[in-house]
């Protein structure tokens, strides 16, 4: 029997604590942890991990082989080389996985070990030598795993010696057992939101709590960082009471930024579009005059800034394990707009459960349908503001009935509370 009391936990995580995905999931969950009592280590490449309120958790950094980082989307990291997983050798591979797997023995008893992505995050686990489980997030089965038999076996490998294995939607747990085979001890857990910091939010307040975090901005030109400027496009920006449309995330054509540009060439809306990825100078192209690109912006930013946008769109046309940019902007009081699949769907169907008859379609729209897209926005956007506001407010409540962050960490220990 293992005490929840209060356990000595490693958080293996490859990546960094700021960004999306997984990077923000590690840091909420890691805090969560920390503020239930347990005692947590975060082993990552976070170099700087004074930035962000870990509750007291620990941050520990291996160094890695040859400065070599295997991940699945080309990044810029500091001070290492990003390599695609599927390009490194076997001989790199283990040497990753030695390393990091060496750090947590170093660190000593743990109750429990769990690490990111089935690859490297299994294997790291397994080679601790202590109880682990893995969290699928299913960037590591699409863009990695799927369809190379090697990567494949070695997932399938390393998952049969986790004491769980986490999977953020019913989506990504078909994508898993399609990629590695049949596995067991799934449980099917969502990420969470913090609806703590993610509120519903004065205008006036949300415009000047957001100039203040600009305020605090690096102005070094890394495309993870927010771009120079923004304080005076911003109140240039808002200075004007429009209905305006918000994306956030990476930006790839995965994501499918382009068809909500697309869609807004029919609309009398303009958009704000955060984020970073190769696929920035192509949107710019594309873009309705008047859109605004921000760059990359952290939590920090985005909790006032969704609060003056209208509606939130995730317009992404490859499956995805969670609607986590969903959730945090139902959670903020701005009804979210979804491509109707995978984790997507999931959100979706649970936000529109709360919405009044005849409004629950205007949580998705069908996948890469831009005519859908632009109808259901201009639905959304020619409600009257306070019937809109409302939708926000149910929204919120399926936030904080089902992915709340301290549930969610509860119920990631829950397989625990026995022995094997």
């Not at 299994?122 to 682990?132: E, H, K, M």
Request: proline share 6%; aromatic share 8%; net charge negative.
């Amino acid at each position: 029997m293992v005490s929840l009391a209060r356990l000595r936990i490693f958080l293996w995580h490859g990546y960094l604590l700021g960004g999306t995905g997984s990077n923000v999931y590690t840091r909420a969950l890691a805090r969560a942890w920390s503020l239930a009592g347990h005692d947590v280590t975060v082993v990552c490449q976070e170099r700087h991990p004074e930035r962000y309120d870990l509750a007291g958790a620990r941050v520990v950094v291996p160094d890695l082989p040859d400065g070599l980082l295997p991940v699945f989307v080309l990044d810029r990291y500091e001070g290492l080389e990003a390599k695609l997983l599927q390009d490194f050798t076997a001989d790199e591979r283990a040497r990753y996985v030695a390393a990091n797997a060496a750090v947590l023995r170093d660190l000593g008893p743990v109750d429990l070990v769990l690490t990111n992505h089935v690859l490297v995050g299994g294997p790291v686990g397994a080679a601790s030598g202590a109880r682990f489980a893995v969290k699928a997030h299913g960037s590591e089965l699409e863009y990695s795993m799927r369809g190379r038999p090697e990567l494949e076996r070695w997932g399938a490998e390393s998952l049969a010696g986790a004491d769980a294995v986490f999977v953020g939607s019913a989506h990504i747990r078909a994508v898993l057992e399609d990629v590695v085979g049949h596995v067991d001890r799934v449980h099917e857990v969502p990420p969470g939101v913090d609806v703590d910091d993610f509120v519903p939010e004065d205008r006036g307040v949300a415009l000047a709590s957001l100039l203040d975090e600009v305020a605090r901005d690096l102005r070094d030109g890394d495309e993870r960082h927010p771009d120079a400027g923004n304080a005076e496009r911003f109140r240039a920006f808002f200075a004007e009471n429009r209905p305006t449309v918000l994306y956030f995330g990476k930006l790839i054509e995965n994501k499918g930024v382009q068809l909500l540009l697309e869609a807004l060439h029919g609309l009398d809306a303009r958009a704000v579009i955060v984020g970073f990825g190769d696929y920035r100078a192509e949107l710019e192209a594309l873009a309705p005059p008047g859109t605004l690109f921000t760059g990359a912006l952290e939590h920090r930013h985005l909790v006032h800034l969704i609060p003056l946008c209208d509606v939130v769109v995730v317009p992404s046309i490859f499956p995805e394990a969670f609607g986590m940019v969903a959730a945090e902007a139902a959670a903020a009081g701005v009804p979210p707009l979804v491509a109707d699949h995978s984790g997507l769907a999931e959100v979706a169907v649970g936000i529109a459960a709360e919405y009044p008859a005849g409004r629950a379609h205007l949580a998705a729209f069908p996948n890469g349908d831009v005519s859908a897209l632009c109808e259901r926005l201009n639905e959304l956007l020619a409600l009257p503001a306070d019937e809109r506001r409302e939708l926000g407010t149910v929204a919120r409540r399926a936030v904080e009935r089902n992915w709340s962050w301290p549930r969610i960490a509860e119920r990631l220990l829950e397989p625990f509370s026995t022995g094997r």
